[in-house]
């Protein structure tokens, strides 16, 4: 079995059109509709009060409840869900 480190990302910036993860070796834009359906429904204010956990694992918007890990925001990006 292989183990795999999980992703972080180092500071996150939110646009109008996409959540943006800045990790060490890049940036990713994701539109918020590939981000879930609770942010893409969100309006820009409550998607831009974002909060990065301390370690860079995870996302968590408060005005929406809504919380999401580095690692499955790329993982779902990449198999196109």
């Known amino acids: 079995m292989q183990v795999t480190e999980p992703v972080v990302a180092d500071r996150i910036e939110t ?26 429904a969100a309006s820009p204010e409550q998607r831009r009060v974002a909060e990065l956990s301390p370690g860079g694992y995870g996302i968590h918007w408060p005005q929406i409840d809504e919380d999401l890990s580095v690692s499955g925001l790329l993982r779902d990006l990449k198999s196109g869900k």
């Open 15 to 40: 646009r109008e059109d996409a959540l943006v993860l800045v990790l060490k070796e890049r940036e990713v834009a994701i539109p918020w509709e590939k981000c879930s359906m609770r942010l893409a």
